[in-house]
């Protein structure tokens, strides 16, 4: 249990210094997103709620060009996810970013949290802000409804890119998905996760059943192996050489994808997989140094499979 509220504290600090430049928002505001380089507030052109499966889905959407879906973490919001990596992304692309049910400013409803029923609603939202197709980029929980969305609604996925997610429970490290049932409510005392939590204005009483809600969805074994293998959606792939997911379980996708071949021989693949040194999980959210070049050459790049050229 110390070990786990470690790492909860650890998260406390990481988030915290994501979201240190929001300013406090009352319920129903939008929050912005923050250049951590510049500290200059990147103002959302449009913030409202979709009516999706039931929810009032809460979304905000940034820039212009072409569409690329931001969905955040386990018991994350837009700000607390999302604050590094909006403003570069933004500069020449339509960045729609929302908060998943019971996260934020997402009310939650009378509704098993499930990675199904959250990709069921990345892509009312599609359809609610008349998109036909997007880029679609999770991070951890997030990287979960992204897989599904690419499964379930294919035609609504240009390409995918997945942060520290895997596509099956046995994906992640033993002790790592060991971890998920001790998980409590006392735990994020002091967290930004909680204060946020109780500032998007839902009820401070309702937080344990909402984070016991939240991680039921990795207690139960899952496993999309054959339909995330057998999927036509180009796919980059990027976990942290010390994360919680396994290195084996990324380059098994890899090679199902294609990969596993010299490339100066036999063209690259349409998928790619990054393994980033000296990176936890949570530590994923501070490499926008790196990951943002890798991951808009892949949303910008020629995917056919001849070979590099001279």
């Given at each position: 249990?110390?070990?786990?509220?470690?790492?909860?504290?650890?998260?406390?600090?990481i988030?915290?210094?994501l979201?240190?430049?929001?300013?406090?928002?009352?319920?129903?505001?939008?929050?912005g997103?923050?250049?951590?380089?510049?500290?200059?507030?990147?103002?959302?052109?449009?913030?409202?709620?979709?009516?999706?499966?039931g929810?009032?889905?809460?979304?905000?959407?940034?820039?212009?060009?072409?569409?690329?879906?931001?969905?955040?973490?386990?018991?994350?919001?837009?700000?607390?996810?999302?604050?590094?990596?909006?403003?570069?992304?933004?500069?020449?692309?339509?960045?729609?970013?929302?908060?998943?049910?019971?996260?934020?400013?997402?009310?939650?409803?009378?509704?098993?949290?499930?990675?199904?029923?959250?990709?069921?609603?990345?892509?009312?939202?599609?359809?609610?802000?008349?998109?036909?197709?997007?880029?679609?980029?999770?991070?951890?929980?997030?990287?979960?409804?992204?897989?599904?969305?690419?499964?379930?609604?294919?035609?609504?996925?240009?390409?995918?890119?997945?942060?520290?997610?895997?596509?099956a429970?046995?994906?992640?490290?033993?002790?790592?998905?060991a971890?998920?049932?001790?998980f409590?409510?006392?735990?994020?005392?002091?967290?930004?996760?909680r204060?946020?939590?109780?500032?998007?204005?839902?009820?401070?009483?309702h937080?344990?059943?909402?984070?016991?809600?939240?991680?039921?969805?990795?207690?139960?074994?899952?496993?999309?192996s054959?339909?995330?293998?057998?999927?036509?959606?180009?796919?980059?792939?990027?976990?942290?050489?010390?994360?919680?997911?396994?290195?084996?379980?990324a380059?098994?996708l890899?090679?199902?994808?294609?990969?596993?071949?010299?490339?100066?021989?036999?063209?690259?693949?349409?998928?790619?997989?990054?393994?980033?040194?000296?990176?936890?999980?949570?530590?994923m959210?501070q490499?926008?140094h790196?990951?943002?070049?890798?991951?808009?050459?892949?949303?910008?790049?020629?995917?056919?499979?001849?070979?590099?050229t001279?």
């Amino acid at each position: 249990m110390k070990r786990h509220r470690l790492y909860l504290l650890q998260v406390a600090v990481i988030v915290a210094g994501l979201a240190s430049c929001q300013p406090q928002q009352r319920e129903g505001a939008s929050t912005g997103s923050t250049n951590m380089d510049t500290k200059q507030t990147l103002k959302p052109t449009k913030t409202g709620y979709a009516d999706v499966n039931g929810l009032k889905l809460y979304y905000e959407v940034y820039g212009e060009g072409k569409p690329l879906v931001l969905l955040h973490g386990s018991y994350m919001t837009i700000p607390l996810n999302w604050s590094r990596f909006i403003p570069p992304l933004a500069k020449d692309r339509q960045v729609i970013v929302a908060e998943m049910q019971g996260h934020g400013r997402t009310k939650d409803i009378a509704r098993d949290i499930s990675y199904e029923g959250m990709a069921d609603d990345v892509s009312g939202l599609l359809k609610h802000l008349k998109v036909d197709s997007a880029d679609v980029l999770g991070y951890s929980m997030g990287g979960g409804v992204a897989f599904q969305t690419a499964v379930r609604h294919p035609q609504q996925v240009r390409r995918l890119v997945v942060l520290s997610a895997p596509y099956a429970h046995d994906g992640w490290w033993p002790d790592t998905e060991a971890s998920f049932a001790t998980f409590t409510a006392d735990m994020f005392k002091g967290t930004p996760i909680r204060e946020q939590y109780d500032t998007f204005g839902n009820d401070p009483a309702h937080f344990p059943d909402f984070i016991k809600k939240v991680v039921s969805i990795d207690l139960k074994p899952y496993d999309w192996s054959k339909a995330v293998k057998s999927s036509q959606v180009p796919l980059f792939m990027a976990i942290g050489d010390a994360d919680g997911v396994r290195y084996e379980h990324a380059l098994e996708l890899l090679r199902a994808k294609g990969g596993g071949k010299q490339g100066d021989l036999h063209g690259l693949p349409k998928s790619r997989l990054a393994v980033l040194p000296g990176t936890t999980h949570v530590g994923m959210l501070q490499r926008t140094h790196w990951l943002i070049p890798m991951i808009t050459d892949f949303l910008d790049s020629d995917l056919s499979s001849k070979p590099p050229t001279f």
